[in-house]
């Protein structure tokens, strides 16, 4: 994995809580984990 850079773990983004939102190029995303441990990314 090192030719992609260092992996950020999702328990270090999900610290505070299940949801966190990304500034992107102008919009804003918003990554979810839900009750099942799984990642949703919606605009």
């Known amino acids: 994995m090192s030719d992609r850079g260092k992996?950020?773990?999702s328990d270090t983004l999900f610290s505070h809580g299940d949801?966190?939102?990304?500034?992107?190029?102008?919009?804003?995303?918003?990554?979810?984990?839900t009750r099942n441990g799984k990642l949703i990314l919606t605009k």
């Open 19 to 33: 949801e966190v939102f990304i500034q992107h190029h102008g919009a804003q995303y918003r990554l979810r984990r």
């Open 7 to 9: 992996p950020i773990y």
